[in-house]
């Protein structure tokens, strides 16, 4: 076995598919993306036009930096790179090229890639594609759920570009604004509502709140608006034993005038009264 034959044997790089190294012609890398083949470009005109060590990529959500572990003085870019097949075999051959710190969840493997070796990707066959792993922040609101990143609704956002637009997500629990301050959430961007920063201006629609509770169920519509903020969201209170009646759901609103004659109000037996039809009731309603 000749040389090229034995290299071919052990690398991550298909023998049958023929190295192409990112030029600045190159609209884009298939399994790469749009954001690691900017940073790879950039990173090449960098070193092209003499730059220091200070490499800074133009998105700030990319992380990068150097000195770490065995990559010392070569810049790296933390990355998620989704496996074609087996886990293990895609970070052996991600290793081979140089990434460090490499952990894996399922199919995804995340790690420390050096930016010169992004243009290798593409002709991996262990690799389905890869992405920058961003830096960490909210995705909409003050405060996102570590119930996004786990569900991978986060990967599903960006792989099939949906968010929920379209579709209504009810919850049900206790209350959802008895503590106050739920348009706090809105202005937060933590909930959809008019003057929410984010443009999901279209309020969360209260079926039927509760007079006491722990506004649980606004919580539950804070996690969902995280993992699809462009679904309408509805809530309407679980608790089936709360007797506050409400017009037109439990009767229908009347107005009227109750007149007692004088010497009526010295009367303790003096009583008046006035028909209220009910509406749906499976039990009676209490008279005030």
């Not at 496996?83 to 990434?99: M, P, Q, Y």
């Not at 209350?175 to 937060?188: C, P």
């Not at 007692?260 to 499976?282: C, E, H, M, W, Y």
Request: aromatic share 6%.
């Amino acid at each position: 076995m000749d040389s090229h034959q034995e290299r071919d044997r052990f690398s991550p790089i298909s023998s049958d598919r023929p190295f192409r190294p990112l030029s600045t012609k190159d609209e884009s890398l298939f399994k790469l993306g749009s954001d690691l083949t900017e940073l790879s470009q950039e990173y090449e005109n960098f070193i092209e036009g003499g730059g220091s060590d200070d490499f800074e990529p133009s998105n700030p959500l990319i992380q990068v930096g150097d000195d770490i572990e065995d990559t010392a003085d070569v810049p790296v870019v933390a990355i998620e790179a989704v496996a074609s097949g087996e886990t293990e075999v895609l970070i052996r051959d991600l290793e081979a090229l140089g990434l460090q710190n490499s952990v894996s969840f399922g199919r995804i493997a995340n790690g420390l890639l050096p930016i010169d070796a992004l243009e290798n990707l593409e002709n991996l066959n262990t690799l389905k594609f890869a992405r920058p792993a961003y830096r960490p922040v909210t995705n909409i609101g003050a405060t996102t759920s570590q119930g996004d990143i786990s569900m991978r609704s986060d990967i599903a956002r960006n792989t099939f570009g949906v968010d929920g637009s379209g579709v209504t997500v009810g919850a049900l629990s206790d209350s959802y604004d008895f503590l106050g301050d739920a348009d706090k959430d809105v202005v937060s961007g933590d909930l959809p509502g008019v003057g929410n920063p984010f443009g999901n201006t279209t309020p969360v629609n209260v079926l039927r709140d509760l007079s006491s509770g722990s506004d649980e169920g606004r919580a539950i519509l804070q996690l969902v608006h995280d993992v699809a903020p462009g679904a309408e969201l509805a809530f309407h209170t679980a608790n089936l034993d709360d007797d506050t009646a409400l017009a037109g759901e439990d009767y229908t609103a009347q107005s009227g005038t109750l007149t007692f004659v004088g010497g009526d109000q010295r009367k303790r037996s003096s009583s008046k009264s006035s028909a209220i039809p009910t509406l749906n009731r499976t039990k009676p309603s209490l008279s005030i």
